[in-house]
């Protein structure tokens, strides 16, 4: 069990975490500028190119950790770039499927070859890589299941 005392912010894991994804950010950014696509909209490519068949908004979300409310405008604004079609199906027209272009298949390789590229300035081996990303989801497993904890505990509190 870590006895955890914060001290300087410097040796805060936290902030070594955000520092590291706001760095992350940056990176994507200007990498993905040219193809005028922010993180969240690549990282949503990135899930339909892999499942390559249409997706409801949900299962999308789900994948993604993001919610509906902040997934259909982003949804939204890729349909209005060309990069998805939204399709209502269903009786009351609720489940809505998200399917790539014509235009972001053909671009698939193309922007994954860039990012690819722009990575190779990162001073960081295959394995190193591979590590340090088994790395980061191991704790935020632990940060995930310690927060399940902090608002079961929470709820118990507000019941009694």
Request: proline share 2%.
């Amino acid at each position: 069990m870590l006895e955890h005392k914060p001290n300087k912010l410097e040796n805060e894991l936290c902030f070594a975490v955000y520092t590291a994804q706001k760095f992350y950010n940056r990176f994507y950014t200007e990498s993905l500028k040219e193809f005028k696509l922010t993180y969240p909209q690549y990282i949503t490519l990135l899930v339909l190119w892999e499942e390559q068949r249409p997706m409801m908004i949900k299962e999308l979300g789900e994948r993604l950790g993001l919610d509906t409310g902040t997934l259909t405008p982003l949804l939204k604004r890729m349909k209005k770039n060309g990069w998805v079609t939204r399709e209502r199906t269903g009786e009351d027209g609720r489940k809505v499927f998200v399917s790539l272009t014509d235009y972001s298949v053909k671009m698939e390789a193309e922007i994954k070859s860039h990012v690819q590229d722009c990575f190779k300035n990162v001073d960081m081996t295959q394995a190193e890589y591979k590590k340090n990303v088994e790395l980061v989801k191991e704790i935020g497993d632990k940060i995930y299941d310690n927060n399940r904890e902090l608002e079961e505990r929470q709820r118990r509190r507000l019941r009694s």
